[in-house]
Nanobody
């Protein structure tokens, strides 16, 4: 059974930092791409970032470029999202998802086989 478990969310002031973790089990990490999504109330889901377990290639949405960094520890089947210079508009539920790494299409498609339950990130002014 594939499981994705997020952790690291919380309340932080604007300008602060948080690091999210996504622990994956039940899948071959090196054969999958792991992505972070976020969804705020009343807003559409946004693909924030992704990293390929096969070659380490990364993607960032324009809204987070230069502020967020995605990384992975393949030995621990864990992906991290370091979020710096947080803004109020970053407030959302963040969740991770997985799909085969050979699938090279937009992050914002319904092609993600598995997803976690999510972790709340709240950025206060």
């Amino acid at each position: 059974e594939v499981q994705l478990v997020e952790s690291g969310g919380g309340l932080v002031q604007a300008g602060g930092s948080l690091r999210l973790s996504c622990a994956a089990s039940g899948l071959i990490f090196d054969e999958n791409t792991i992505a972070w999504f976020r969804q705020a109330p009343g807003k559409e889901r946004e693909g924030v970032s992704s990293i390929s377990g096969s070659d380490g290639s990364t993607y960032y949405a324009d809204s987070v470029k230069g502020r967020f960094t995605i990384s992975s520890d393949n030995a621990k089947n864990t992906v991290f999202l370091q979020m710096n210079s947080l803004k109020a508009e970053d407030t959302a539920v963040y969740y991770c998802a997985a799909r085969p790494s050979w699938l090279l299409i937009s992050i914002d498609t319904d092609t993600w086989d598995y997803r976690g339950q999510g972790t709340q990130v709240t950025v206060s002014l």
